[in-house]
């Protein structure tokens, strides 16, 4: 039993491509998976630089998976995380959490957070010292039309040639732990079905960034220029954007947004966007050098 588990058959060891075969089967078999990763699949991720991962071994067979981000402005999350079984998940998940903030506190790491998407997650994450900081809350807006407003910008397609553009406004607009890596940028960017600018004058000064699933379509990233926030840029995006699925006839439109960001909710729900009650709790804590 995992519960009578004894601590000195139970190491940590850096994740290496060795145990990628057990990484994926215990991701396909075990309950206790979390998966976090925005852009990128998971193996792509896991093998990349962006990747800080451990292994936690019981008797050299591998009980579990920790993986967070390489922090940007000392802000990182956890990606993935995968537990064999319930008895090995507070045994292997204290060992891994050790390893990982050691390395994450090398890299300048302030703060660790963690989306919950498993109710399974609370208590591990509770006995870790992890609480609550905010909310990812999920709007839609079913197909119906959407009134044309005049607006100064010029709405224009981005392309892969606007990527660094883009990026430095995503850069700008976002708080830290929303930050993304160039490389995600990019990727989003060519898989993206439809993203837009905001052209004010000649300067781009916000865009939208969106994909499309079967029947419906998903505003995955908007953002404008700190100078330019509340002179109506946002709402002429988003509106272009439902126009656009509305003539493709998509069924609804979704986005994602924080609790704490009421500038973003007064743009969706003023547009149309209602909330589904598909909420995520965002959990975190600060990292302190011991
Ligand atoms: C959210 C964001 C895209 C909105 O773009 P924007 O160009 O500022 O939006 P608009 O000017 O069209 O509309 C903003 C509206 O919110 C209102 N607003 C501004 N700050 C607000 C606040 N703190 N709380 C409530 N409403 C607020 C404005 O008055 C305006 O309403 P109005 O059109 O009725 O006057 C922009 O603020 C941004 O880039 N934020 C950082 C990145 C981000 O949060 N992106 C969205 C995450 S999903």
Not at 37 to 46: F, I, K, P
Not at 144 to 171: G, H
Not at 267 to 284: A, C, H, S
Request: aromatic share 12%.
């Amino acid at each position: 039993m995992m519960s009578h588990m004894t601590t000195t058959a139970l190491r940590v060891v850096p994740y290496t491509r060795d145990y990628r075969a057990t990484f994926n089967d215990m991701m396909f078999f075990s309950s206790y998976m979390h998966l976090h990763l925005d852009w990128s699949h998971v193996d792509t991720w896991l093998h990349s630089d962006d990747a800080i991962a451990y292994v936690a071994l019981y008797h050299d067979r591998a009980i579990g998976f920790l993986g967070a981000s390489r922090p940007i402005m000392g802000k990182t999350w956890i990606r993935v995380a995968v537990f064999k079984d319930e008895t090995a998940i507070m045994p292997a998940l204290y060992s891994l959490w050790d390893a990982i903030q050691q390395t994450l506190i090398l890299l300048q790491a302030t703060d660790i957070y963690w989306m919950i998407f498993d109710d399974w997650l609370y208590n591990p994450l509770s006995r870790l010292g992890l609480s609550s900081v905010d909310e990812v809350i999920t709007f839609v807006r079913y197909n119906s039309p959407m009134l044309i407003s005049t607006t100064p910008y010029t709405i224009r397609s981005a392309n892969m040639n606007d990527v660094d553009v883009l990026f430095e406004i995503d850069k700008q607009a976002f708080a830290p732990m929303w930050q993304m890596t160039h490389d995600d940028m990019r990727y989003a960017r060519r898989v993206a079905s439809v993203c837009t600018m905001a052209l004010h004058g000649d300067e781009i000064v916000g865009f939208q960034l969106s994909t499309m699933h079967h029947h419906n379509g998903h505003l995955a990233r908007l953002a404008v220029l700190p100078k330019m926030q509340g002179k109506g840029v946002g709402s002429a995006l988003v509106s272009d954007l439902v126009r656009y699925f509305n003539r493709r006839h998509l069924d609804y439109v979704s986005v994602n947004t924080q609790l704490s960001n009421t500038a973003s909710q007064h743009v969706y729900t003023k547009l149309g966007f209602v909330r589904n009650g598909y909420d995520m709790p965002i959990w975190g804590i600060p990292l302190t050098k011991s």
